[in-house]
């Protein structure tokens, strides 16, 4: 029996340069916003700088000391779904390990094998199966204890994503889910319908690409916490448009193949839905992005801060804010 009792989770992202945190309050339906919390690593911090962000980032947010949900991620971490015998469920890893080559896993001698049972009949067992490297979780417990922080669940970066993408963007039956989450050194990309499996991939373009071509191009980078700028009338000609040019190509070509892939691969029929979030700084990023894929309507925008009663001050005065903290946000509802 659910308890009726108000609930508290904490979703934590740690990137390369800033910490996040994210606190939800109430059930995974009604949930709310009750904190936020951020703080930046310094470049070229080694992990004592990191752990310094953490804790800065939890007491910002007010609940220091207090168990959190994080994450690890990367090209390295393979999410499968996959479907099975109508086995037990106490047999599923089991049948994963006996079988992780034929499923792409690692062994059990290099990485850590987690699954979850998504849909069980009297035929089949469908499955969403995580490998990731041993070095990689361990290295994350051990930040995450150097910062004496309590764990209350390990997750994966690109399901987090996901689950914020499906839990904000409420797809629906004949609808083909593309969303991406751009990030610092990486962009995430999940494709999942109701005909299809779940395919996430990592891309090698994220915002600091974006903000490295703009230094090239003597443009300045955008300001975390300054307003958002509002577009001029001659973006789309100017530097800045010409400096992201070719990271917004190679962007927008990873998913134009994704996509093509899982169309011929698993569903033919769905009508592809484009969602958007992560470090959406640059002004008409939406709009290069969505002419590039040659789309009828821009992606759209999933941020936590619009979609979710919120009791907190957003901690951010730029709008990119809430599009950025979706990984803390699916991190945290994984806890509820």
Known sequence: MKTFLRQRAIGLEISASVVRVLV?????????????????????????ASARAIHAALAAARVDGEPVVAAVGGPDVVVRQLTLPPLPRDRVLQALE???REFGLLPSSEGLLDAQVLRRSKKECLVLAVSAPKPIVEGRLRLLEQAAVKVRTLEVEALAVLNT????????????????????????????????????RHLDAGASAIVEQLRRAGVAAPNGRAPRETPRED????PVAEACRGVVHRIADEIRMSLSFYR????????????????LRVPRLNRWLTDELGLQSP??????????????????TNESAGPEFVQAFGLALRAL
């Open 24 to 48: 939800l309050e109430g059930s995974f339906k009604k949930a709310r916003i009750t904190a936020t919390g951020t703080a930046p690593i310094a470049a070229g911090g080694d992990g004592a």
């Open 98 to 100: 006996l079988q992780h």
């Open 165 to 200: 993408a499906l839990h904000l963007g409420r797809l629906e039956p004949r609808e083909l889910l593309v969303a991406l989450d751009l990030g610092e050194e990486r962009s995430v990309l999940c494709l999942l319908s109701k005909q299809g499996p779940v395919v996430v």
């Open 235 to 238: 973006a789309d000609a100017g």
């Open 264 to 279: 011929s691969e698993y569903d033919r029929e769905s009508l592809p839905r484009y969602l958007l979030s992560g470090w």
């Open 299 to 316: 992606f759209e925008v999933i941020d936590p801060f619009r979609a979710v009663r919120m009791t907190a001050a957003q901690g951010e």
